[in-house]
């Protein structure tokens, strides 16, 4: 199944920030990858990235990750994300303004409590399958 058939709304929504993003990081730093989109490593990232995405316990209301209390990524994932995020957000006003404003709006948005129960995107999947 492709990684952006698991998830829908905004969840799918900052799949695609973060995806825009890993493209701009990758096209800088892995210039040896195919030519079309990107390399090995940064797809493992965006595939955990989506992973994430679908089991985030807060569902469809997920914080940035950034606020979040509960920090879900393995520490070299978060690392990764962290320079990902630090190289590619500035650079991402030009070539994705709608991505990037929004994404600068959802980081000011104050850090939210611990999560509800079985809202997860994965949750809710497995319930409209059973
Ligand atoms: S639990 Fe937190 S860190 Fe993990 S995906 Fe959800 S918002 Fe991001
Ligand atoms: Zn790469």
Known sequence: MADTELLSGKLLY???TMQAMVEIYCKAH???KPSQ?????????LSYANTRLDRCPYGQ???TCN???VHCYKPHMK???REIMMYAGPRMLLPHPIFAIKHLLAERKPAPGLPPERVSNRHL????QS
């Open 37 to 45: 989109g990107v390399c090995l490593q940064c797809s493992e990232f």
């Open 125 to 128: 999947r497995k319930l409209k």
């Open 79 to 81: 690392q990764r994300a």
């Open 14 to 16: 900052e799949f695609r």
């Open 61 to 63: 209301d997920k914080p």
């Open 67 to 69: 606020k979040c209390p």
């Open 30 to 32: 892995h210039p040896l």
